[in-house]
């Protein structure tokens, strides 16, 4: 670990006996921790012993920034703990009375080039909260794009994280998306039913009524989805598909209940932090919803 320089900062790697009265301010704070994501240290000793755990954790990947020529540690910047993969996971927090001047996201480019140079890093990612205006600031100056989205369970609500991210050699994927196929008898009726229940796009239809539709899981171009046709000589698909949200499933339970669906499993929660349910559709498809546990509260 060496020291990094910005213009403004030095960025010095993280001393958990040296930096724990300067940055007590930052990990009491309830504000370091938004929408209730972690809990505030309540003295010093405490901050110094999370800040040790948190570096050994990381295998030692943390700086702390400090404005040039002065000794005070303003906040972290680093890795999250090693899960033994080449993908490791971003962090960053600024103490309170900073915020706004620039300062992390004139650190996160620098560290994060850094870090990508290493051997055993292929890429790094920061899951941020959508609400998170700031961070996701702060990840685009590191040139961290929008990967993917994932749920997060909060004690009293539920959200969506940006999964953002840059790789350390640039290049393409070579699958864009998957698209699953459905043959059935009724394709306007179980598009309907689809949108109804997991709140889908249509991306287009052919024919009048339909004998073909693309629906996906947003608005944009290139988005992964279903893709409806007409059966041939009655031949349906019968095989069940399994979709990922984003809300509470209890939420898109409700909706399948509403449209009058049959529901083959009701919602259970899974010991993997999952909660699920199966409904079937009008022609008998089974629909797997998988989506976030609920708030613990
Ligand atoms: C996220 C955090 C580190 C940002 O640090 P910062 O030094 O204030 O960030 P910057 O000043 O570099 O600004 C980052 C972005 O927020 C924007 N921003 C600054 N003040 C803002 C405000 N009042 N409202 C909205 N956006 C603002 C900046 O314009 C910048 O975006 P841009 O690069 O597109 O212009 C800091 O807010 C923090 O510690 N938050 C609590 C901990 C946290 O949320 N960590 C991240 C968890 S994923």
Redesign the pocket.
Known sequence: MQTLTTARLDLVPLDPDRDAASLHAMLADP??Y?YGSGDPTSDVAETRARLAEELTACGGWTWVLRLRSQAEAL?TIGLFSDQGTSIRGL????RGD?????????AAPVVVDHLLAQPGIDGVE????TR????L??A??ARLDERARLPRVYADHTAQQVVMARASEAGEQDVLAVRTSLAVLDVPETCRRLVQVLGLTVAFQLGEPATFARLGVGPWSGSPGIDISAAVEGLTDTGALTVEIGIATDIVHQRAVDAGLEIVSSPVDQPWHRREFVFALPEGQQIHVVGPARPPG
């Not at 962090?91 to 600024?94: D, E, R």
């Not at 998170?132 to 961070?135: D, E, H, L």
């Open positions: 504000e370091t938004p906040g962090t960053w927090a600024l900073h915020w706004g001047r620039g300062l992390m996201g004139e920061a899951w941020i909260d998170n205006i700031r961070s600031g702060v685009r100056r």
